[in-house]
């Protein structure tokens, strides 16, 4: 039996929106308390791309829904410090990670679903909150939490590394376990903004 509350789920965002999430939560860009001053982190052609493409199960395009991962120091965020892919380049120090759970999740009774591998990729299969019990058999959590997915003997690791969970709604803030930063600084910009040291940690080895 799967121990939800053992499954964390990470999602990256910028600093400077932290305030309007303890404020209002994780919004949707289309909920009436979306931040007017989002700001975005991550690869503007992709989330174009995510914005139209259709989720096979529902409905809905995968923009609908808010996105976690279920590892860190992702793909994602290794582009975003390095500014690849004509990505404006991030500081690690900008980059705070929400820390959920799948249990937390669960307990918002709200839609969601998840995948085996990254949202947009042509081999990933999507799955509703029906079959969350068989999480562990759908998900490779190996692959989510392995540091270097450049393995010649399998190529499809980053895929599965990028397996996601996504929520259709707003999510409030108290499903926030923890925030993780890279550094100090970062740390004391949150003490600042007026989250509990507590729920604040330093976590360098989750960025590159």
């Known amino acids: ?3 939800f509350s053992k499954k964390w789920i990470f999602r990256m965002t910028h600093i400077e929106n ?10 949707h860009a289309s909920s009436p308390n979306s931040n007017p001053d989002y700001k975005p982190i991550g690869d503007s052609t992709l989330i174009s791309v995510r914005s139209s493409k259709m989720v096979p199960i529902k409905r809905k395009c995968l923009g609908d ?11 994602m965020l290794y582009v975003l ?10 500081i690690p120090d900008d980059v705070v990670y929400l820390v959920s759970t799948v249990e937390k999740i669960l307990a918002l009774k709200i839609d969601f679903i998840f995948t085996n591998g990254h949202a947009v990729n042509g081999l990933t299969d999507f799955y ?12 490779d959590f190996h692959a989510a939490y392995v540091r270097d997915w450049n393995d010649t003997s399998d190529t499809d690791l980053k895929r599965r590394k990028e397996a996601e969970l996504l929520v259709d709604g707003d ?10 930063v890279y550094n100090e600084a ?4 949150l003490l600042a903004k007026g989250i509990q040291e507590e729920r604040v940690l330093i976590k360098g080895n989750y960025y590159f």
């Open 1 to 3: 039996m799967v121990d």
């Open 18 to 27: 932290i305030p309007h999430i303890l404020g209002f939560g994780i919004t």
């Open 65 to 75: 829904y808010t996105p976690f991962y279920f590892g860190h120091r992702t793909p």
């Open 81 to 90: 410090q390095k500014g690849y892919n004509l990505v404006n380049k991030v």
């Open 128 to 139: 509703p909150s029906s079959e969350i019990g068989n999480l562990n058999n759908i998900v």
């Open 171 to 180: 999510i409030p803030v108290s499903v926030i376990v923890n925030y993780i």
């Open 186 to 189: 970062a740390k004391l910009n």
